[in-house]
């Protein structure tokens, strides 16, 4: 299994995504400022992920608090929840992470918890749960969307929605790939590059290769003229955000691709945990879209490709308008149109009851 994040006793341990595919090199993060400065330069990504480390980088801080109370303690961890809160502003699971550890603390604090060290074990325990969750919704999102799946299938992917993006073991958009190949069925896939950060030129095609899984990558600008071919037979991805009304925000691209999806009348679905699903955000055009470094866009390593000083954006996200989606693959189910309410019975049902 690719172990993109792990909770150790010395700290918190990340695959070094910014490496792959030439160098697998694991780093251990000591402190909580170290996990958020390697979700913002995205040593770790992908939003299950950056959710998982977040925790577990709350936990990493509130063991090193030296306050001798429980009140000293949650003084800390506020503190340490607003570090990891302004990393990066899109993938809603960031937000839903720091929530549940927040919740540690006032549950503790209604049960009028005195000890700071049981306190702490709580955190830690919570991040070890969130980890194995991450695991298990990723399983049930397999084996729902495999149903969605034809044996012998060309399935087009952008970004990297897989391992690398969650907890690891089978990702959300490949999980669904996953699934249908546990299931017995011949999938392969077209891995979109994903400039500018190449998430799948550099990562989805290394752990489908790694697993053996037929991956053939294609430039961003391809997408239209494979799907003319008749090469496509869907598209999966993720998703950082799912507003209520099912529109959904993902990589920048991502949007391009569902347009040319619907022109030539193939599905184009979403998967995504049920943490990806946020009902407080009513459409996308409320989700907040990152803005990251300008040299993304004019480097190449450190290689210049754009002429000094010109004008670029970097937006690294794009919202795709619910009517494009054909359904949203979730770990409690698949939900279709009309979004607003099927996602709100999902979200609001008590837990994954997967085929
Ligand atoms: O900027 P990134 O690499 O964090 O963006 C990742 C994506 O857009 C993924 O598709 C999304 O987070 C879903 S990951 C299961």
Redesign the pocket.
């Known amino acids: 299994m690719i172990k993109t994040v792990e909770w150790t006793k010395e700290g918190v341990r990340l695959l070094d995504q910014r490496l792959l595919p030439n160098e697998e090199k694991y780093v251990t993060l000591y402190s909580h400022e170290e996990v958020a400065e390697a979700i913002k330069n ?1 040593t770790v ?6 959710g998982v480390a977040a925790a577990m980088g709350l936990a990493l801080g509130a063991s090193q608090s030296v306050g001798t109370s429980v009140a000293d303690l949650e003084f800390d961890f506020e503190y340490m929840c607003e570090v990891m809160a302004a990393t ?1 502003p899109t ?1 809603v699971n960031l937000f839903w992470a720091i929530e549940r550890m927040r919740g540690v603390v006032e549950k503790a604090k209604a049960e009028k918890v005195r000890d700071v060290e049981e306190l702490k074990t709580r955190l830690v325990n919570e991040t070890l749960a969130i980890f194995q969750e991450d695991i298990d919704s990723n399983r049930a999102i397999g084996r729902y969307g495999a149903e969605l799946i034809n044996d012998d299938s060309t399935v087009l992917t ?5 391992a690398l ?2 907890a690891g073991d089978y ?3 490949l999980g669904v790939i996953r699934g249908a190949i546990d299931a017995g069925k011949r999938v392969a896939v077209i891995a979109d590059e994903t400039r500018p ?1 190449l ?1 799948g030129a550099r990562l989805t095609a290394w752990e489908l290769s790694k697993d053996n899984i037929p991956v053939t990558v294609i430039t961003d600008n391809m997408a239209g003229h494979v799907m003319k071919q008749g090469k496509v037979d869907c598209v999966i ?4 955000r799912i507003a209520a009304n099912g529109d959904a925000a ?2 920048i691209g ?1 949007y391009m691709v569902a347009v040319l999806a619907k022109q030539h009348n193939i599905p184009f679905y979403v ?2 945990p049920i943490s ?1 699903v946020d009902l407080s955000t009513a459409t996308g055009e409320d989700i907040p879209i ?1 803005e990251r470094d300008r040299r993304e866009v004019t480097h190449m390593l450190d290689h210049q490709l754009t002429p000094e000083g010109v004008n670029v954006h970097n937006f ?2 794009d919202v795709t308008p619910n009517e494009f989606i054909a359904a949203i693959i979730t770990d409690r189910g698949v939900a279709r149109a009309p979004y607003n309410e099927s996602l709100r019975t999902l979200a609001t049902s008590r837990s994954a009851h997967a085929p």
């Open positions: 995205m990504r992908g939003a299950p992920a950056i990066r993938a952008h970004c990297n929605a897989g993006a969650t990702g959300t958009a950060f998430q991805v993720g998703a950082d993902n990589k991502t998967a995504a990806t990152e690294a996200f």
